[in-house]
């Protein structure tokens, strides 16, 4: 028997013996991907194609020079090149015109199909860019539209934006207009600003997120694009001033502007100059409104909103107030309250109309103060007094109308309501409570108004309550899993936190959360510090936490609960002399930075 003969007979015995090992065992079968193939792939068929093997397919680009591939591959990566080769009269041609490329653009967009590399830069971005759409290379759009994304400045990015919308990339299109209106007093400085269409210069004045610090600005911008070209766009100034917020301006600005000769001579410009004079000299009397036309209500900019803290001085019983803005950290002081507003409710409407009501002493138990943060140099105002004198009450807003919710009368807890109508500037009672309640937390959810926790006759509750506007009724809900007096109240993403308090001789730095499609309230993590009665904000998705007091001192931090990961950070935002005590979420100020 020969060598080979023996050796055949080994491995045929050899085959045998691990078949029926293998019988023997329990294996299942095993899926194994080689993660590198379709790159290795990729790159042997770009050395196919550089050294000619099989190409199958040559272009040849408008300036004469010739670009080669695989017809399979180009057909796998580009809808176009597929369409091309199906084609009867060119799927058995080897030479193909191209008319619409370049040579050098055909060639990067040929080598990326083989590579998935693109190289972008400000020379080749726009035919690059252009050739991505006609081939339908999704990939290559991106890179180009992120490319010039990047590129976005004062001065060119209203070119960018047309560029955008003529190519159809709706993602910097949209970036393109954002940065206009983030940018909008460098952009009108260049020559680009004075070439805008109509349409476009109405679009961006009536946006309500354009970035102006005073609304005369926008008027000014308006004046210079018409009289860039005074005799052809004379006509479209009536459309455009319809857009700039006139009533929020001055009257002495309003006077400036009224002396104006492109005004007088229109008379819709004319009747809006009116408008405008008119309704300071109602607000100087009525001190509070809330129009329903966008002309009255002021543009949203940079970061739409900052918080309006509320500080207590160790010294003095006065309550002194700064805007803070969270993503800056910047503080500046706001208007002082000049009454003691200790125990007072807080409420905002609209995220204008901050409302200060009831407090500890009996002069101001029932009386109301009122902040209007849009205006150009905001003040207290008194307003209207409530029906009933009340302290350590609970407020909510529903519908542009504001409730005071239970509290203290004397020396007992209240189960009374009572609602704030702006239309008429008059308190009235609505239904009152199952339960007497001070030291309440309220929150508005669904567009129903949920009583929680609180204390009466000396005893902490954990029960919780609904009022119905449509019905005037109040319904209960499940309790919260402790009781809570001095808890505060915020709303965020669908879900109402119950936030700190006191129960059974202990101050508390727990939290829970109420989701009316579950029903039941859940617990999230701790705070750092227990807190009884502080202030609750939410903004830009997290809910922040104020002050508070413990042990009879005030808590000097904010703390920052973020639902997606459950955990609380926490601020030291205390000046000498000064500790927050509470907060609320307003429009940001005119002059504020």
């Known amino acids: 028997m020969s060598v080979k003969e023996m050796d055949t007979i080994q491995a045929s015995s050899c085959e045998n013996n691990l078949k029926q090992a293998l019988k023997s065992n329990d294996c299942e079968p095993t899926n194994f991907r080689n993660n590198s193939h379709s790159v290795r792939i990729l790159e042997d068929l770009q050395s196919l194609r550089k050294n000619e093997d099989f190409c199958d397919i040559r272009f040849k680009a408008d300036d004469g020079k010739i670009v ?31 008319k619409e490329l370049d040579s050098t653009i055909l060639k990067l967009i040929v080598d990326y199909i083989y590579t998935g590399k693109i190289m972008v830069t400000k020379e080749n971005v726009q035919a690059l860019l252009s ?41 910097l299109l949209s970036n393109s207009e954002a940065y206009i209106k983030q940018h909008f007093l460098e952009v009108a400085k260049g020559e680009d600003f004075l070439s805008l269409s109509s349409e476009d210069l109405v679009k961006l004045v009536s946006s309500n997120d354009l970035a102006v610090p005073f609304e005369e600005k926008v008027f000014e911008c308006v004046i210079k694009w018409i009289k860039h070209d005074l005799d052809r766009r004379n006509d479209f100034l009536p459309n455009l001033m319809e857009h700039v917020r006139l009533p929020l301006l001055k009257p002495d600005i309003l006077f400036n502007i009224y002396e104006e000769p492109l005004l007088n001579t229109i008379p819709k410009c004319n009747n809006y100059l009116v408008e405008a004079l008119s309704y ?26 900052v918080i309006l803290m509320f500080n207590k001085s160790d010294t003095s019983s006065m309550r002194s107030t700064e805007w803070y803005d969270p993503a800056t950290q910047l503080r500046e002081n706001a208007p002082g309250i000049n009454d003691c507003r200790q125990l007072a409710g807080l409420g905002v409407i609209r995220d204008q109309f901050v409302f200060v009501m009831g407090g500890v002493n009996e002069r101001s138990s029932k009386s109301v103060s009122m902040l209007d943060v849009s205006s150009q140099s905001p003040f207290w105002v008194p307003m209207v007094d409530m029906l009933v004198s009340r302290r350590r009450l609970g407020v909510g807003v529903l519908d542009d109308s504001i409730y005071a919710v239970g509290g203290c009368g004397g020396n007992s807890a209240l189960n009374s309501v009572e609602v704030f109508d702006v239309s008429i500037q008059k308190w009235r009672l609505v239904a009152s409570m199952s339960t007497e309640r001070c030291d309440l937390g309220v929150g508005v959810l669904n567009n129903l108004l949920y009583a929680v926790g609180g204390a009466r006759s000396g005893k902490c509750l954990k029960s919780v309550e ?10 209960s809900v499940a309790e919260m899993s402790e009781c809570r007096d001095g808890v505060s109240v915020g709303v965020l993403d669908g879900h109402m936190y119950a936030v700190g308090g006191y129960s059974s001789g202990e101050y508390l730095k727990s939290v829970e959360f109420y989701r009316p499609s579950d029903g039941v309230w859940s617990s999230v993590a701790d705070m750092h510090f227990s807190r009884y009665r502080p202030g609750v904000a939410t903004l830009d998705g997290l809910l922040y936490v104020f002050g508070g007091e413990t042990e009879k001192s005030i808590v000097d931090t904010v703390e920052i609960y973020n639902p997606n990961t459950n955990t609380w950070t926490m601020e030291t935002l205390s000046r000498h002399g000064l500790r927050v005590y509470s907060g609320v979420v307003v429009d940001r100020p005119h002059h504020y930075h």
Do not use: M
């Open 131 to 171: 050739a991505a759409n006609v081939l339908q290379l999704d990939y290559v759009n991106e890179a180009c539209a992120e490319f010039l994304q990047k590129q976005l400045d004062p001065s060119n990015c209203i070119v960018i934006k047309a560029f955008a919308d003529l190519h159809k990339c709706t993602g």
């Open 280 to 305: 300071n000299h109602q607000k100087s009397v009525q001190h509070f409104t809330i129009p329903k036309t966008i002309k009255f209500k002021p543009r949203q900019f940079g970061s739409q909103k």
């Open 466 to 475: 609904y009022y119905d506007p449509a019905l005037d009724t109040w319904s």
């Open 68 to 98: 080669i591939g695989h017809k399979i591959v180009l057909s796998a990566a580009s809808p176009y090149f597929r369409a091309i080769f199906s084609n009867f009269d060119e799927s058995n041609k080897d030479l193909i015109n191209i």
